[in-house]
């Protein structure tokens, strides 16, 4: 009998699997780089954490989490964010103690019950970063600038930024009034979910794909008027700190986000590449969620990036051919394979991504195999380059070929990292 996978769960296969790692090994290297370490929590949760910190009026709390009864008759839930168990790890461990300033990355799956689609997936994977302990608005565009570092790392050209800011427990509340005010009059044109929650998160509403309530929210009082004294200040910094340092952005006063705990500086990295599931990296300010989660008034602010939808981009803009070996050996006759074999394990020591085959096959099988492979470089050795002394180095993409000399070849090929 055989056995499917479950909607919306997916298999990430060789070939894929490639793209992944270059991902995450680029993320390492910025991570470290903008001096974030890293913090694995666990996959499962209990359920109140999610619903304190997410909110009960999300979507993400009221409809799309997997939660359990334990045997033991808690509720548990699959983690469907990061941000929540990193915050939890946080004050649980006391870490603020001894030292408040925390920068922490995480990359992992995550869980939504959401309708599959395009880019939107039930168990996706996600690569995220807190920073906490700053409120200062240099950490807001450090994590912006750390995002456009990697983007322009993986050669993207998209995604591009928006930002902006939902105030705090100062201001918000009176925009909140404001924004429902204007909903109250509009209540008829919204969809039957906005009209049911707008009282509850009316800011929701704003966020709202449905063409309906998109018109009808079309004049709505924007927050970006609405915003304190200290609000507009720290906004006002972030976005002069990215102007500075040459990381274009667009304001969208309209962008409310799908968790609750945000305050002031929120943003999102989307793309026109992607339909509808157009957000790649998304994140802002939390200044609040430690207090709630049992801490002390420790601010904090951070991203998450959706791994699905940056691999998907990353082969839409081709940038994720999956090298192949750096070099592939064809040998022809017993001599040149034992001349080979010992060489090649020498150049895997030193890092190196070589193949060959073991049976002794034509040449232009041999070709073909290291063309297939996408090999960078082909040495080709037979027994008469043995006696010669000297050996071809074919490049696959300009197909010139150089003679090299065999004695001293593994330095040469180390010293260009066979390129
Ligand atoms: P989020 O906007 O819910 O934020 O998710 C961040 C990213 O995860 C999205 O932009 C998207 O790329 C990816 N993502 C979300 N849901 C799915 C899905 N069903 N399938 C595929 N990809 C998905 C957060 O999760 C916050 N914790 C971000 C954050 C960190 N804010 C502060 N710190």
């Not at 996959?43 to 799309?64: N, P, Y």
């Not at 972030?238 to 500075?244: A, P």
């Not at 599931?277 to 904090?300: C, K, M, T």
């Not at 998907?312 to 006759?333: C, I």
Request: glycine share 8%; proline share 5%; aromatic share 8%.
């Amino acid at each position: 009998m055989k056995i499917s996978s479950i909607k919306g769960f997916t298999d990430i296969f060789p070939g894929e699997v490639e793209v992944w790692q270059a991902v995450e090994a680029e993320a390492r290297r910025i991570f470290a780089a903008y001096q974030f370490a890293e913090i694995r929590i666990p996959i499962v949760e209990k359920t109140e954490l999610f619903s304190r910190s997410i909110g009960e009026a999300t979507d993400i709390v009221e409809k799309e989490m997997y939660t359990f009864e334990d045997r033991d008759s808690t509720s548990i839930t699959l983690r469907p964010e990061g941000t929540a168990g990193v915050v939890r790890a946080y004050v649980e461990s006391e870490m603020h103690k001894v030292e408040p300033v925390r920068k922490l990355y995480y990359m992992g799956a995550m869980f939504r019950r959401e309708r599959p689609q395009k880019g939107r997936l039930r168990q996706f994977h996600q690569i995220g970063a807190e920073a906490l302990g700053r409120s200062d608005p240099l950490i807001d565009a450090e994590i912006l600038l750390l995002l456009g570092d990697f983007f322009r790392a993986l050669r993207l050209s998209e995604p591009s930024l928006q930002i902006n800011s939902l105030g705090d427990a100062a201001c918000r509340p009176g925009y909140r009034e404001k924004l429902l005010a204007f909903l109250r009059q509009k209540k008829d044109l919204l969809c039957a979910n906005c009209q049911r929650r707008m009282e509850r998160n009316p800011l929701r509403v704003l966020d709202c794909k449905e063409p309906g309530c998109v018109a009808a929210t079309n004049n709505a009082p924007s927050i970006l008027d609405s915003l304190c004294g200290p609000c507009s200040e720290h906004f006002a910094a972030v976005q002069r700190l990215l102007s500075e340092t040459g990381v274009p952005f667009t304001l969208n006063p309209r962008m409310v986000r799908g968790l609750d705990y945000y305050c002031r500086t929120t943003f999102e990295w989307t793309t026109t590449q992607l339909g509808s599931q157009s957000a790649v990296a998304a994140g802002g300010r939390y200044d609040g969620l430690v207090e709630q989660l049992g801490g002390p008034a420790i601010p904090g602010v951070g991203f998450a990036l959706g791994v699905e939808r940056l691999t998907m981009l990353l082969r839409m803009q081709e940038r994720a051919a999956s090298p192949g070996p750096a070099l592939f050996v064809v040998w022809v006759g017993e001599k040149a394979r034992d001349w080979a074999f010992p060489v090649i394990h020498r150049l895997r020591q030193k890092g190196i991504a070589v193949e060959m085959e073991g049976e002794g096959r034509s040449l232009k099988s041999q070709m073909r195999r290291a063309d297939k492979l996408k090999a960078v470089k082909v040495l080709i050795v037979g027994e008469n380059e043995l006696a010669s002394g000297k050996v071809m180095l074919r490049d696959m993409a300009s197909k010139q070929q150089e003679e090299i000399d065999l004695a001293g070849i593994e330095t040469r090929l180390l010293s260009r990292k066979a390129s």
